[in-house]
């Protein structure tokens, strides 16, 4: 039972820049308490042993395990913290088994504070309602708490920018083998400089992307955008 006490929350993570934004995420959500962050299976079946952890947010993509293997293994040790998948994962094999082993959110990156803060405070709705020991007495009643817990809100950008482009700017960066600048995105998604600029700059403010300089002779150097792994 939860009652009003805040959620505590463990972050797997192996970007460093990644982890440190989604704890800083999770301090911002009242109602959740980042109490460690990870970047291993081993950590963080470690930190389940040793701390109290309501929700785990698991990258599925771990330097040591596959994020489905350490939620099995964490139902294998008896824990039973529900998961929120964060990832980058995009295969639907994956997703499929992220449902039957009973992840409860599939968060995809790169996101914005707003979609983590709406899938955590649906998430703090669902345990709110039901996590209290009584029994269902109508199957309307078990597909709400089936329902509640994967439920979302809508996912928030700013004006003017949509998932999709998001999501094919953030392809063409993480699968580069190097920077790309504002003019090389636009080119490769036949879309404007300004708007790949902005995009990329998104993606800086959400902090899986950096920004750099590029020096090619004489001249004011040429900013390219680089994802974070």
């Not at 797997?12 to 109602?31: K, L, Q, S, W």
């Not at 698991?58 to 913290?81: K, Q």
């Not at 009973?102 to 968060?107: D, F, L, M, R």
Request: glycine share 8%.
């Amino acid at each position: 039972m939860t009652g009003g006490r805040d959620l505590t929350v463990l972050v797997v993570e192996d970007e460093p820049i990644a982890a440190e934004a989604h704890t800083a995420y999770v301090n911002r959500v009242a109602g959740f308490v980042p109490v460690a962050t990870v970047g291993t299976s081993q950590a963080a079946l470690k930190a389940l042993q040793d701390k109290q952890i309501d929700v785990v947010l698991l990258d599925m993509n771990l330097p040591d395990r596959h994020g489905l293997d350490v939620v099995r293994a964490m139902r294998a040790a008896g824990h039973r913290a529900d998961v929120i998948a964060v990832t980058s994962a995009r295969d639907l094999e994956v997703v499929r088994a992220a449902v039957s082993l009973g992840i409860v959110q599939y968060v995809l990156k790169p996101f914005v504070f707003a979609t983590l803060r709406e899938r955590l405070l649906a998430y703090r709705a669902y345990r709110d309602q039901h996590d209290h020991g009584q029994e269902v007495s109508t199957q309307a009643e078990v597909d709400e708490v089936f329902a509640g817990a994967r439920s979302g809100g809508e996912t928030h950008l700013p004006k003017g920018m949509g998932e999709e482009l998001l999501t094919r700017v953030s392809r063409v960066l993480r699968e580069a083998d190097g920077g790309r600048s504002a003019s090389e995105l636009a080119e490769a998604l036949g879309v404007s400089r300004v708007t790949a600029r902005r995009y990329a700059e998104h993606l800086c403010e959400t902090r899986v992307v950096v920004r750099r300089s590029r020096y090619a002779g004489a001249g004011r150097p040429e900013v390219e955008y680089l994802w974070s792994r």
